[in-house]
C-alpha cells in the first residue's frame, strides 16, 4: 500500500559498534529504522528520504521505501521485460512484424548488458535472441510461449541466452541516457559494422519505443524515457541507385531469358512481367488469382490487386507455412488497388494462363508441388537470366541483381513517361512521401519537362479572363 503520510524523525545514536547510528521513520503509521556505521552515511540516507518527500513521492507502507526505490529494487532485467513484450505482440502481428520486433529486440537487448566480459560473438548471440529468446512457439498445450521454453535450444544458443540472462541491464536502469544512446547507436549500424539504413533504424527504433511504452503500461517505467533523448538517425542515401536498375532494352533481354528457360522458366515469364510492367511486390504476384485479372482480347487490362503472400518462414506464421497471407502492404486488411496494364502484361497473362491454368485456389503462379513459388526459385530462375542476358562484365555488378529491380525499373519508366507522381504513387502501393524518398532523382530530372510546359502556358495564357 502506498501513502503520503511519512515523518522522518532525526538521527539517534545507540549503544552498538557495528552501527552505532539509527534513522528511524514513521510511513503510514508503520515505523521503520536503518542502522549506519557512521552518522555521514546516516545522513546520507536521510537527505535522500527527505528529497523524496518534497518530490511528492508516494511511500510504501510494507518496506517504507519511496516508490522510486522500490520499483528500482523489483524492476526485471531488460532481458525478461523484452520477452515479455515479444510475447504480448506476438498473436496480433503479422508474421514480418513478428520478424521485425524480433530483430529490433535482439540488437538493443545485445547492446544493453552491464558488461561485455565473457560475451559470446555478437553474430551468435543475436541469432539465439532472435530466434529463441524472442520467437515464439506452441507448447504441448498448444499456447504461445518462448520457443526457448519449448525445444532444447543448442548448447552455444543456451550459453548465449545465459549470459544475457545475467548481464543485462534493468528496465529502471534503461532511464540512463548513456544505455538509450548505446541502445541506438546499436540499433543505427549492421552486425559489419556499416551504417544501416534510414528506414531500418526508424522501424527498430519504433519497435524500442513501444517496448518502453509498455514498461511504463506495466509500472516498471514512470515515463518512456526516449522521449527526452535529442538524437536523429543518421543520415543515409536512401534513394534506388539507377545505374543498376535496367532500362526498358535489357528488361525485355532479361524477361526472354527467362523464358528461354525450359518449363519453369516459361511458368515464371508472367510472373517476373507482372513485376515490371505492372510494378508489383514478389508477396503481390505470388498472391494474384485469375478472378483479380481484366484480360480483355485487346488493349490494357486491369489487375485488382487484393492480397499479399510474403516470404518469412514458417517460425514466424501461426500455420507453419514458410509465407503469411494478409492484405496489401500499409493498407487496411480488406482494401484492394488497381492497377491498369498494358497489352503486352495482358497478352503475357492470357498465354501463361492458356498454357499453365491455376492453382486449385484460382493463383496463376504456384511451385511444383501447388504450394506459394519460393523465392528461392525464382531467383534461380533470375540468376540464370542475368547470365544469359547481360554482358560478361556486368554479370558480377549489381546491376538488376535481384528480381525487384524489375519493380524499381516500372516505377521510373513511369515517372519518366510523364505519369502523374501521384498516381505512380497509387499504382505502385507507395505514399507520395515515400516516392519521392527512393525516386527523388527521377521526380528531380522530370522537372525541366515540367518547367517547360508552365513556360508554353505563360506564354500562352489563351482568352483573357473575364472581368
Not at 43 to 70: C, H, I, N, W, Y
Not at 189 to 208: E, F, I, P, Y
Not at 276 to 305: D, Q, T
Not at 410 to 421: E, F, H, Q, R
Request: net charge positive; with cysteine; aromatic share 8%.
Amino acid at each position: 500500500m502506498y501513502t503520503y503520510d511519512v515523518r522522518i524523525w532525526g538521527i539517534r545514536k545507540r549503544k552498538s559498534k557495528k552501527a552505532p547510528y539509527q534513522l528511524r521513520w514513521i510511513v503510514g503509521g508503520e515505523e521503520q529504522q536503518a542502522p549506519f556505521m557512521t552518522k555521514t552515511l546516516a545522513d546520507g540516507r536521510r537527505s535522500q528520504l527527505m528529497k523524496a518527500v518534497r518530490d511528492g513521492e508516494q511511500f510504501d507502507t510494507e518496506t517504507g521505501l519511496p516508490v522510486s526505490e522500490l520499483r528500482q529494487l523489483s524492476s526485471p532485467t531488460w532481458y525478461d521485460h523484452a520477452q515479455a513484450y515479444a510475447y504480448m505482440k506476438w498473436p496480433g502481428a503479422a508474421a514480418k512484424h513478428r520478424v521485425g520486433i524480433a530483430e529490433a529486440l535482439a540488437t538493443v537487448t545485445a547492446a544493453l548488458v552491464t558488461s561485455a566480459n565473457g560475451a559470446p560473438h555478437v553474430k551468435t548471440l543475436r541469432l539465439a535472441l532472435r530466434g529463441w529468446a524472442f520467437q515464439m512457439a506452441k507448447n504441448s498445450e498448444g499456447e504461445w510461449a518462448p520457443r526457448l521454453t519449448v525445444e532444447e535450444p543448442p548448447a552455444e544458443v543456451a550459453a548465449a541466452l545465459a549470459w544475457v540472462a545475467e548481464n543485462s541491464i534493468r528496465v529502471s536502469e534503461t532511464a540512463d541516457s548513456e544505455n538509450l544512446r548505446r541502445a541506438l547507436a546499436a540499433l543505427s549500424r549492421l552486425l559489419n559494422g556499416r551504417q544501416a539504413a534510414d528506414n531500418t533504424v526508424l522501424r527498430k527504433r519504433s519497435v524500442l519505443s513501444n517496448c518502453l511504452r509498455y514498461a511504463v503500461e506495466r509500472g516498471l517505467l514512470t515515463t518512456n524515457p526516449l522521449t527526452s533523448i535529442d538524437w536523429a538517425p543518421p543520415k543515409t542515401d536512401d534513394e534506388v541507385d539507377f545505374q543498376f536498375v535496367p532500362g526498358p532494352e535489357l528488361a525485355s533481354r532479361l524477361l526472354d531469358a527467362v523464358r528461354a528457360q525450359s518449363h519453369r522458366g516459361d511458368h515464371l515469364h508472367a510472373f517476373f512481367g507482372c513485376m515490371y510492367y505492372a510494378g508489383m511486390r514478389p508477396g503481390e504476384v505470388a498472391a494474384l488469382a485469375k478472378s483479380h485479372c481484366k484480360l480483355p482480347e485487346a488493349g490494357w487490362g486491369e489487375l485488382l490487386l487484393r492480397r499479399s503472400q510474403p516470404e518469412v518462414g514458417s517460425r514466424w506464421t501461426d500455420d507453419g507455412r514458410s509465407y503469411d497471407s494478409r492484405g496489401l502492404k500499409r493498407r487496411a486488411r480488406r482494401s484492394s488497388r488497381s492497377v491498369p496494364i498494358p497489352p503486352v502484361l495482358v497478352a503475357m497473362l492470357r498465354q501463361h494462363i492458356s498454357a499453365h491454368g491455376t492453382a486449385p485456389d484460382g493463383r496463376l503462379f504456384r511451385a511444383v508441388e501447388g504450394g506459394r513459388v519460393a523465392s528461392n526459385e525464382y531467383t534461380r530462375v533470375w540468376a540464370e537470366a542475368r547470365r544469359k542476358a547481360l554482358a560478361p562484365a556486368d554479370v558480377g555488378t549489381p546491376l538488376a541483381a535481384v528480381p525487384y529491380s524489375l519493380r524499381h525499373a516500372c516505377v521510373s519508366l513511369w515517372i519518366k513517361a510523364g505519369v502523374d507522381p501521384v498516381e505512380v504513387a497509387r499504382r505502385a502501393g507507395h505514399s507520395p512521401a515515400v516516392l519521392w524518398k527512393f525516386y527523388a532523382k527521377v521526380l528531380q530530372g522530370q522537372q525541366h519537362a515540367s518547367n517547360q510546359l508552365i513556360d508554353q502556358a505563360l506564354a500562352d495564357p489563351g482568352p483573357a479572363a473575364a472581368g
